[in-house]
C-alpha cells in the first residue's frame, strides 16, 4: 500500500510496509532463507546465515575500532565481498560508507575522502599504492585494511585479520533510523569539484521496494554484477534489491565478455542489468550463441540509448526474458522510471513509466508544468531522493526546488500515456543558429545503422551557425563505413540541420563507471584538433 507523508520537510509518496532500515532487509532475508545462497564470487559461496554471522563480525570489530553512527568508512574496491560486508556492516551500526570509483586519480580520491571527512579506507594493495605517501600524514583516516595479506606499510592492516575475526561476544549499538545516512556517493561531475549525495536507508528501502514490485522479483532471482558496486545501478539496482527478495548475487570484479557468458550459464542468471554497450558486445562474442538462455527472466539496460534492432535480437535470444529500460540518478538512489513488461512497440524508445512511489514533471524554462509531449526539464520527487549533498548548501539550494523537486538537468517530454522520453542533458542541448536540436534523436537514427556499434553526438563550435552536429561513431567489428555513409544515413531520417556535419570514429566512447558517455570529453577532442 501507498501513503502519504513527509520527508525532509517534503510532501511524498512512500511505501506503508517497509523494512525499518537496509541491515533489516539482510535479517529478514536470513531468517526466511538461512541456507540459500546469497553470494557468490569466484570460488567462495555465501548462504544468508554464512553472509548475515560476516557482516555482524565485521560490525562488531568496526564499534571495537571506535566507529561510531554517523563516521565515515571509505572503500576502494572493485566489486569484492569485503566490500559487500562493509556496506551491511556499515548499515546495520549507522556508520556511513562511501564508495569510491577505483578508477579516479589519488588526487580525486583524497578530495572524496578529506572532503566526507572518512575515519577509515578499505582497499586492497593495489589501489592504496599511490595513496600511501598521503595516508600516513592524514588529520582522518585513523585505519586502512587491506583486503589482501600483502601489506605495503606498516601503518595498514589486514581486513581478514583484523576485522573478520571474531570478537567473542556482539557489541552493543543502535540501529540507525530510516532517515539517517547510509552512503555518500560522489557524482562524476563535469565541472567543478564532485558533489556527494547523501544516500538514505529510506532512500535504498525505496529504490529496492520500486524494482521488487515493477520487474516483479522475489526469492528465486539470480543476478549477475558486472557494473560497479561503487554505482546505484550495481549497489541499489542489484545488491541491495537482490538481499531485500532473498535472491542470490554473483559478483565480476570487472566486465568480460567470455567470462560474462560463462557466468550466465553456469549459475543460471535470471536478471540482468547492463548498459547497452555490454549487451552489444556479448552478442557479437563468437561463444555467445554456443548456448540457451531460456531461464533468463528480466533483461534491464540504462545509462544510454538502445537501437530497437538491438532489444529486437535481445529477446529473440532471451525468448522467456521481459525487457525493461531505466532511467535514474545518483541523486534518486537508481530508478526513477521503469519500462513495464508489456509496452507498445512505438513506445520502445521511452525510459520507461514513472516507479510506483515517484512524482515526476516535465517544466518549461518560466517554471510552468509542461503539456503532454512538450519538451523541458524533468524534475523529481520521492523517498528514494536524497535529502542533500554533503556540506554544500550553495548546491543544495540550487539543485531542489520550493516544492523539494530535484531538478535534473535532464530535458525530457511525457506523452499523454505517462511515458517518459529523455532528450538531451540540458547543457548538451545543440543550439544550431536558433535551431535546439537534441543528441538522443540524432543517436536513435545512428543506432538503427546495421554496421554502427555506438554513436554519440554533441555541439561543435561553428562560426557560421554558433554550433553544429558533430557524431563520433564506434563501428561494430570488421565493418567497413565511411564519414560519408553516416551522413546520407541520417539525412535520410533527419531534417537536413539535424543531420551531423562532421563524423568522427573512434575505437571507444569515453563513459563514467555508470556507463554514461562522457560528451565533455567528446567535445574536448574537437576543440583539440
Known sequence: MIIEGQLYG????????????????????????????ALVKDNVRLNYSELKKQVDIVAD????????????IALLLGNEIEFVLTVLACAKIGAVFVPLNIKLTANELIYMMTNSGAKMLITDSKLVKPLEDWLINSKFIQYCYLIDDHQPSKNMYSFKNELLKETGSETVY??????????????????????????????AIHSCLNYKHVLNTDHNVRTL????????????GQ??????????????????????????????????????????????????????????????????????????????????????????????????????????????????????VADVKIVNEDGTDCGPAEIGELYIKGPMVIREYW??????????????????????????????????RKKDVINRGGEKIYSVE??????????????????????????????YIVKKPGEELTKEEVIAFARKYLSE????KQVEFIEELPRNPGGKILKNKLIEMSNDQ
Open 61 to 72: 570489530n568496526f564499534i571495537q575500532k571506535q566507529v561510531k553512527k554517523g563516521d565515515r
Open 442 to 471: 540524432i543517436e536513435n537514427i545512428l543506432y538503427a545503422h546495421p554496421k554502427i556499434l555506438e554513436a554519440a553526438v554533441v555541439g561543435i563550435t561553428d562560426p557560421l551557425f554558433g554550433e553544429e552536429v558533430k557524431a
Open 10 to 37: 517534503r510532501n511524498v509518496k512512500m511505501f506503508a510496509e517497509r523494512p525499518a532500515h537496509i541491515y533489516e532487509m539482510l535479517v529478514d532475508s536470513a531468517k526466511k532463507f538461512p541456507t540459500k545462497e
Open 497 to 500: 540541420f539535424k543531420a551531423p
Open 225 to 236: 554484477i558486472a557494473v560497479p558496486l561503487f554505482h546505484v545501478t550495481g549497489l541499489i
Open 239 to 356: 545488491l541491495l534489491h537482490v538481499i531485500l527478495v532473498g535472491g542470490t548475487i554473483v559478483l565480476m570484479d570487472r566486465y568480460r565478455t567470455e567470462r560474462f557468458i560463462r557466468l550466465i550459464n553456469s549459475e543460471k542468471i535470471t536478471f540482468l542489468f547492463n548498459v547497452p554497450t555490454i549487451y552489444v558486445m556479448m552478442m557479437s562474442h563468437p561463444l555467445f550463441k554456443s548456448f540457451s538462455y531460456d531461464f533468463v527472466q528480466i533483461v534491464a539496460y540504462g545509462g544510454a540509448p538502445m537501437s530497437k534492432e538491438t532489444i529486437k535480437e535481445l529477446k529473440n535470444y532471451f525468448p522467456n526474458a521481459s525487457m525493461h529500460n531505466a532511467y535514474g540518478a545518483t541523486e534518486t538512489t537508481s530508478p526513477t522510471t521503469i519500462m513495464p513488461k508489456n509496452y507498445p512497440v512505438e513506445k520502445t524508445n521511452s525510459v520507461g513509466l514513472p516507479v510506483p
Open 391 to 424: 556540506n554544500n548548501k550553495e548546491v543544495n539550494l540550487a539543485s531542489f526546488n520550493e516544492d523539494g523537486y530535484w531538478k535534473s538537468g535532464d530535458i525530457a517530454y511525457m506523452d499523454q500515456d505517462g511515458f517518459v522520453y529523455i532528450m538531451d
Open 174 to 203: 543502535t540501529a540507525p533510523l530510516e532517515t539517517e545516512a547510509l552512503y555518500i556517493m560522489y557524482t562524476s561531475g563535469t565541472t567543478g569539484l564532485p558533489k556527494g549525495a547523501v544516500g538514505s536507508h529510506i532512500n
